[in-house]
């Protein structure tokens, strides 16, 4: 119902930025939040930030706050996650998502292709 394509992956040294956008198109009316979510090799997939489309609010998980900014363009169409001072830890592929405002996997039901974000030490 939801088409998310993401871009802005790669590879960035530690302390470095990258920021990653996520497009969506379909049925954005039926989208309360969007979120970013990434899974690291061996590890179950987890929430990093998600944003209210309506109003802004954000939550990050603690591992990225103060580091991670989530943010959506004056469209409303696209959602970015801007991640500064990277680590290596940071190094997961990186899900887009819509759906409910929540930090939950199964509460989003539209996921983007995944972005590969690697850290080197």
């Known amino acids: 119902q939801v088409q998310l394509v993401e871009s802005g992956g790669g590879l960035v040294q530690a302390g470095g930025s990258l920021r990653l956008s996520c497009a969506a198109s379909g049925r954005t009316f039926s989208t309360y939040a969007m979120g970013w979510f990434r899974q690291a090799p061996g590890k179950e997939r987890e929430f990093v930030a998600i944003i209210n489309w309506i109003t802004s609010m954000t939550y990050y998980a603690d591992s990225v706050k103060g580091r991670f900014t989530i943010s959506r363009d004056n469209a409303e169409n696209t959602v970015y996650l801007q991640m500064n001072s990277l680590k290596p830890e940071d190094t997961a592929v990186y899900y887009c998502?819509?759906?409910?405002?929540?930090?939950?996997?199964?509460?989003?039901?539209?996921w983007g292709q995944g972005s590969q974000v690697t850290v080197s030490s």
């Open positions: 998502a819509a759906g409910r405002y929540s930090p939950r996997v199964s509460d989003f039901g539209s």
